[in-house]
Nanobody, 124 residues
Framework: QVQLVESGGGLVQAGGSLRLSCAAS????????LGWFRQAPGKERDFVGA????????YYADSVKGRFTISRDNAKNTVYLQMNSLKPEDTAVYYC?????????????????WGQGTQVTVSS
């Protein structure tokens, strides 16, 4: 079992920044990929990005490339999502998830564990 707890959400004006954190516990993460997804009201859950715990390779959705950055702190077992130049369309509940898969990382069903989510609201 892997437990994931997100934090750092909130209300920010367009153009502003937020940093989300995802604290992981339960198992060593060396074989996992940690992903970020988001879901806006009435919409499907979308892939935001992911990071391989070993090696730190990152992947991003086209909609956030150049604005969002995923990083990890091995000592704290925590993954971060730095979000800059936020837009109103970034408003959503953001979820952290862990996957043992090495492929199809933009596909939610390959993720085995999920956090409870944190709300991000970007005002115009």
């Amino acid at each position: 079992q892997v437990q994931l707890v997100e934090s750092g959400g909130g209300l920010v004006q367009a153009g502003g920044s937020l940093r989300l954190s995802c604290a992981a516990s339960g198992r060593t993460l060396s074989r996992y990929t940690l992903g970020w997804f988001r879901q806006a009201p009435g919409k499907e859950r979308d892939f935001v990005g992911a990071i391989r715990w070993t090696g730190g390779i990152t992947y991003y959705a086209d909609s956030v490339k150049g604005r969002f950055t995923i990083s990890r702190d091995n000592a704290k077992n925590t993954v971060y999502l730095q979000m800059n130049s936020l837009k109103p369309e970034d408003t959503a509940v953001y979820y952290c998830a862990a996957s043992i898969s090495a492929s199809a990382l933009d596909y939610g069903l390959v993720y085995n564990y999920w956090g409870q989510g944190t709300q991000v609201t970007v005002s115009s």
